[in-house]
């Protein structure tokens, strides 16, 4: 079935670090890819998709591009600062209203 | 627009009560998604509504749980009788359509503890 792996945390970084968090998927047919970020206390947040490969979806300052060929999605952020402390998911979905979410990565930000 | 909107933010209650937590949607949205979140399993999709019609309940846990949804805004999660390990964060989502392209809406969830 199909499945998201993502990174291990948590993740400490500096301000103004720049940020990777990996998430690699397993799918049938062409998956739809989504990142959430949730702030402590919070619900989820949608926070960029793509749809297609080659895709790259950006919010915020953070981007993500859609690799068909590595099955990847890396979330990526050039300068972290103190308020992107949250749990990051990675998700996809193959068309249905299921959704498959990752175990999420919290990341934390020092000042 | 306000947004998902759950009601209460935080529940404690004895094993064995009865807790309902509620659930407005986004006006407009015809899907909403019950979800629970724990520690070791993470989130788990309990339960899809489409136009207000439950379509999947297969991730219900067992028979003390239920919910309705007796219009497009405004649903209820019900566990009854509720036990220690019910205890979790209760997030409720709606969604444009059932496909999921455009992505949910999460309210900011129903802590339950369960004593």
Redesign the interface.
Known sequence: GDSVTQMEGPVTLSEEAFLTINCTYTATGYPSLFWYVQYPGEGLQLLLKATKADDKGSNKGFEATYRKETTSFHLEKGSVQVSDSAVYFCALTSGTYKYIFGTGTRLKVLA | DAG?IQSPRHEVTEMGQEVTLRCKPISGHN?L?WYRQTMMR??E?LI?F?NNVP??DSGMPEDRFSAKMPNASFSTLKIQPSEPRDSAVY?C?S?LD????Y???????TRLTVV
């Open positions: 998902v899907s998604f993470g989130l999709l899809y489409n379509i999947d997030f989502a969604s059932g496909v999921g392209e992505g949910y809406t999460f309210g900011s969830g």
